[in-house]
C-alpha cells in the first residue's frame, strides 16, 4: 500500500511524497506549479533510495562447513560437475567438518562436497608454520594449490625453505581429483615471495 503526504511550501507548488514501506523505498518528488489557470508539471525524478532491509529478507539455502579454528574456504566447480572442491586455508584441528588435526599454523584444507554440498571427503595439508593458500587451479585431472609458505620440512611438506631468516616461499601442491598429493615444489630466494593468482592453459601447463 502507498503512504501518501502533501507538504505545502507556498500557495503555487505542492512537494508529494511517495513511499513503498515494504522492501524498498522509492522517493519520488512531483513538483506542481500553477502559473495563471495554466498547470505545468514538471517531473522530476530527483531521488532514487534501494535499501534492502535484513530484517524481511528470507534466505533460501544456508550452509556452514568449518572447524573449531579459523577457516576461509572458496568454492571451485568440479570437473564434469560432479559436486564442488571447498578449498582454502584452516588453523583448525579435528572439529565439527574437520577430520584432521592443523600440521601448524595455518594449513591447506580442502573439503570435497557433492552438488547439494553434502560432504564426502576433507583432507589437510602442510607444514609446522603457516602455509597460507593464495591461488588455485582445478583442472580435468588434477589440483594445483599455491601456498605462501614459511613452513621448513615438516607434516606434508618435503623441502626447507630457501632462507632461515623471516622467509616466505611460495609453495605448490599438486593433488588428483580425489586429494592423493602428486608433486609439490617450491619456488623462492631470500625474501618473500607470494604468488596471488595462477593461470592454467589447455595443455595442462600453467603460469
Not at 91 to 100: A, I
Not at 103 to 127: A, L, P, S
Not at 152 to 164: A, E
Not at 181 to 199: A, R
Request: charged residues 15%.
Amino acid at each position: 500500500m502507498l503512504k501518501i503526504s502533501k507538504y505545502y511550501t507556498n500557495t503555487n507548488t505542492n512537494i508529494i511524497f511517495v513511499a513503498l514501506p515494504n522492501y524498498f523505498d522509492f522517493i519520488v518528488l512531483f513538483y506542481l506549479h500553477c502559473i495563471m489557470k495554466k498547470i505545468i508539471v514538471l517531473l522530476i525524478f530527483t531521488c532514487f533510495v534501494f535499501m534492502s532491509k535484513a530484517q524481511n529478507l528470507t534466505l533460501s539455502n544456508q550452509l556452514i562447513i568449518g572447524s573449531a579454528g579459523a577457516d576461509g574456504l572458496v568454492p571451485y566447480p568440479a570437473p564434469n560437475g560432479n559436486g564442488y572442491y571447498l578449498i582454502g586455508s584452516s588453523d583448525g584441528n579435528t572439529s565439527f567438518d574437520k577430520t584432521e588435526n592443523s600440521r601448524g599454523g595455518n594449513d591447506i584444507w580442502i573439503v570435497k562436497t557433492d552438488n547439494n554440498f553434502n560432504i564426502e571427503w576433507d583432507k589437510t595439508y602442510g607444514g609446522d608454520q603457516d602455509d597460507n593458500v593464495s591461488s588455485v587451479v582445478v583442472m580435468s585431472d588434477r589440483i594445483i594449490i599455491t601456498t605462501a609458505s614459511n613452513s621448513n620440512t615438516s607434516g606434508d611438506k618435503t623441502m626447507d625453505l630457501f632462507y632461515q631468516v623471516n622467509a616466505v616461499n611460495i609453495w605448490n601442491v599438486c593433488i588428483d581429483l580425489t586429494g592423493n598429493i602428486l608433486w609439490q615444489y617450491q619456488y623462492g630466494g631470500t625474501g618473500g615471495e607470494v604468488i596471488s593468482q595462477m593461470i592454467a592453459f589447455s595443455d595442462t601447463s600453467t603460469l
